[in-house]
């Protein structure tokens, strides 16, 4: 059984440029989240999603963020225009609401902004 | 929201047991996990607690006191390969949804 899939695995890009970070599910799972990792801020909330729907955007730093889970297998983190700060790795994880829950971790995609 | 306390950086022998703590503080705590996140790789999951006391899972134990809001993964008969960072991380009900929030994590240093 595939895990979850995240793409790219590594961006590089200019300021100003538009990024678009996708995850695949693991399969009958109901939860997707998104979280941003630097090495100063550890790993940080962005956004989740229960069923497709999002659920609690609050971590999203800026508007220039914005996700979609347009179907149970597909979602999307995209940042625009992106700036340097915004250089971090982004996980995906996904997890069914069972007896635990534990989260399964996408491999994440290194972004880094020039 | 959420408070996740745990130290930043931890340093033990092979072969020893370390303790790294956790302290928490939140409104609609449904659950604890601790994970391991080796350099340049995802976090993967470890252990999970919701009900006070220890679940030991062979070399690793995760212990929970929700009272005091507090818990702790104990790492036995250490092995250069536990050299990673752990992270602990807890989970929240909210209108009858699951918000899963981290701490900064601990990186743990095995010497010889």
């Known amino acids: 059984d595939a895990g979850v899939i995240q793409s790219p695995r590594h961006e590089v890009t200019e300021m100003g440029q538009e990024v678009t970070l996708r995850c695949k599910p693991i399969s009958g799972h109901d939860y997707l989240f998104w979280y941003r990792q630097t090495m100063m801020r550890g790993l940080e909330l962005l956004i989740y999603f229960n069923n497709n729907v999002p659920i609690d955007d609050s971590g999203m730093p800026e508007d220039r963020f914005s996700a979609k889970m347009p179907n149970a297998s597909f979602s999307t983190l995209k940042i625009q225009p992106s700036e340097p700060r915004d250089s971090a790795v982004y996980f995906c994880?996904?997890?069914?609401?069972?007896?635990?829950?534990?989260?399964?971790f996408g491999e994440g995609s290194r972004l880094t902004v020039l | 929201g959420q408070n996740i306390d745990q130290p930043t950086e931890m340093t033990a022998t092979e072969g020893a047991i370390v303790q790294i703590n956790c302290t928490y503080q939140t409104s609609g705590f449904n659950g604890l996990f601790w994970y391991q996140q080796h350099a340049g790789e995802a976090p993967t999951f470890l252990s999970y607690n919701v009900l006070d006391g220890l679940e030991e899972k062979g070399r690793f134990s995760s212990f929970l006191s929700r009272s005091k809001g507090y818990s702790y993964l104990l790492l036995k008969e250490l092995q250069m390969k536990d050299s990673a960072s752990y992270l602990c991380?807890?989970?929240?009900?909210?209108?009858?949804?699951?918000?899963?929030?981290f701490g900064i994590g601990t990186k743990l240093q095995v010497i010889p």
């Open positions: 994880a996904s997890s069914f609401q069972g007896r635990t829950g534990e989260l399964f």
């Open positions: 991380a807890v989970r929240d009900r909210w209108r009858g949804y699951q918000k899963v929030t």
